[in-house]
């Protein structure tokens, strides 16, 4: 009977929580201010603290993280092990920068303001220099700014404040005053601990998850591909939290693992919908644990602290991302979205009450400021919203693709590689629709009575409002050597009938691109090199029919070159088939069929 009457609280207590996500979420979003805010508010109505109708916020949290360990997963597909290390100056020198110079500049401002000990305002100022994973990454990717510039830079940043969960326990561990339990890792054993458990996930994932998905899809059997994905979730995170790491960071690792697997998008659209519904229980539980006393009795306080976490923070990343070369409106616009304290700040504040650093009543008093921190986060992007648009709109008319005519060919990407391809096809009587990103190159396309509309055509929301379900070929010709076949395949799959054409910068990118089957690749420089060495060659009086061999056998060779690089995965494979080379096979150009 008891477990009967705990089985009815537990289905009672469910149907509260999603109530007030339905009827919260839905009237925040109406009023422009995002669902974040409507589960924090949603959380503290149906708390403990005013209605009452759900407790044990603490239960439903640490249920509730798993969306943050299935979020930081599926960022991971999205990162190919290239595509990271060509991200680790960002992730190393920017991320490392940020949460440093943020931490300590929240320590001075709180043992000033404070009259707490060092130690104690070390603790609470290094955590609150971390944002929120949970509310940034999700905002990235709805509004698909996750490819961006600044969405890149903000991901970095992102990724190394979960890696430095480990350095902070650390910091938090030498300075503790309560006695050590045992079997706890201390100090430089937590940093030999992440050695080891990323040593052991990458080599789990090329020698046992990689064939076991393999195995897998000779069944053909789609439940076992999403027991698979959780079970290396799981188990992931699982293996971190073992060793006193951060069990996002162990997901995070997984998701790389898989990310070039010709399963990932499976994965990926079957282990969502968890993520959003567990993500949404976080926030709740986040409200639903806000102390209301502590708010109630020093209200001016925890507003003015939390007005001064975003102030300072938001002034160290935007000084930090002009210093990483981003312009002023992104940066304006990533220095508010990581503005807010983050999750991970409780964990550490938790972590400091219990080694007597600090008293339970700090740590209820930053819980509340980073609460309402976390709120401020929906009202500043529509600040930096309206900022943007209002400094964009005096440099260039910036008009959605949706408002372009039906047309049967688009073109991404207006530089001076697509301005050539696009006045080409339109010479042939085609009708093209143009588009870039940037607004300098749309408001320049403008003066020469060029219309070009604005967007990130890489987007498949994008591509469907100009028309791509309609056309028959896109051509992506803009200048970004991070395009690769994973941002392409979604776009096969969304749009069949269309044919895919490439601009790539060079081979790397090519091999890059070859896993999207069926699509047209063109390096940037190949032709305009191959028919300079054609002019060199006729201006030295070369015979003609000898320089058709040579150009000839060199297309040829190129291409079988590409062929053998792309199955052996190195690019020093087929170094023998390139003319000069110390390992050259033999070619006479004077041979004749």
Not at 231 to 256: H, K, N
Not at 463 to 482: N, P
Request: aromatic share 8%; charged share 20%.
């Amino acid at each position: 009977m008891n477990e009967h009457h705990m089985a009815g609280d537990a289905m009672l207590s469910g149907v509260f929580l999603l109530g007030a996500a339905l009827v919260f979420v839905l009237l925040f979003r109406r009023l422009g201010l995002g669902a974040v805010l409507g589960y924090l508010v949603g959380g503290i109505l149906i708390g403990p603290q005013v209605l009452g109708l759900v407790g044990d916020a603490n239960t439903i949290l640490g249920f509730a993280e798993i969306g943050i360990i299935l979020l930081l997963f599926l960022v991971g597909l999205e990162l190919s092990p290239s595509r990271l290390w060509r991200m680790r100056r960002d992730i190393f020198a920017l991320g490392a920068a940020q949460v440093v110079l943020c931490g300590l500049a929240l320590f001075a401002l709180i043992l000033a303001l404070m009259g707490f000990t060092w130690q104690a305002a070390l603790v609470i100022g290094l955590p609150l220099g971390l944002s929120s994973t949970a509310q940034v990454l999700p905002l990235l990717q709805s509004q698909g700014r996750l490819k961006t510039e600044f969405g890149q830079k903000s991901f970095s940043i992102l990724l190394f404040q979960d890696l430095s969960i480990v350095p902070l326990l650390t910091i938090v561990a030498a300075l503790s005053r309560a006695p050590v339990e045992a079997g706890t890792p201390q100090g430089f054993q937590l940093v030999l601990n992440a050695a080891i458990g990323i040593a052991v996930l990458i080599a789990a994932g090329k020698y046992v998850l990689n064939p076991l998905l393999a195995l897998v899809g000779r069944v053909s059997e789609r439940e076992l591909f999403v027991i698979v994905g959780l079970f290396a979730v799981c188990a992931s995170a699982a293996l971190m939290e073992y060793l006193g790491l951060s069990p996002a960071l162990g997901a995070f690792i997984a998701g790389v693992m898989l990310a070039e697997s010709p399963y990932r998008h499976e994965l990926e659209a079957d282990v969502d919908p968890f993520r959003s519904i567990l993500l949404g229980l976080f926030f709740l539980a986040v409200g639903m644990m806000l102390d209301l006393g502590v708010v109630a009795a020093n209200p001016l306080l925890i507003i003015g602290l939390a007005a001064a976490l975003v102030a300072v923070k938001a002034v160290v990343i935007y000084t930090l991302a002009r210093l990483f070369g981003l312009d002023n409106s992104p940066a304006v616009i990533m220095a508010l979205l990581l503005s807010q304290g983050g999750e991970f700040g409780f964990v550490l504040f938790s972590a400091a009450e219990g080694a007597l650093l600090i008293d339970p009543a700090a740590s209820s008093l930053f819980g509340a400021v980073v609460t309402l921190s976390m709120a401020t986060t929906p009202f500043l992007m529509l600040i930096a919203g309206r900022l943007a648009r209002r400094r964009t709109e005096s440099e260039a008319e910036l008009d959605d693709p949706e408002a372009s005519p039906v047309t049967s060919v688009i073109v991404v990407g207006h530089g001076r590689f697509g301005q050539t391809t696009s006045q080409i096809i339109q010479a042939s009587g085609r009708e093209v629709t143009l588009i870039d990103i940037k607004p300098d190159v749309i408001n320049l396309s403008n003066e020469f009575g060029r219309k070009v509309f604005y967007g990130d055509g890489t987007r498949v929301d994008l591509l469907r409002r100009a028309g791509a379900a309609e056309a028959s070929a896109i051509l992506f010709c803009m200048d970004d050597r991070g395009l690769d076949a994973d941002a392409l395949v979604p776009i096969q799959e969304t749009f069949p009938k269309t044919k895919l054409f490439v601009r790539a910068y060079d081979r790397r990118q090519s091999l890059a691109l070859q896993p999207a089957k069926g699509v047209k690749i063109r390096r940037e420089v190949l032709e305009s090199a191959i028919c300079l060495a054609r002019d060199t060659l006729e201006a030295l009086d070369c015979d003609e029919a000898k320089i058709e061999r040579v150009v000839d056998e060199y297309r040829r060779r190129d291409l079988e070159r590409m062929r053998l690089q792309r199955e052996a995965g190195d690019l020093h494979a087929g170094s023998s088939m390139s003319f000069g080379g110390e390992d050259s096979e033999d070619f006479d150009p004077l041979a004749t069929e």
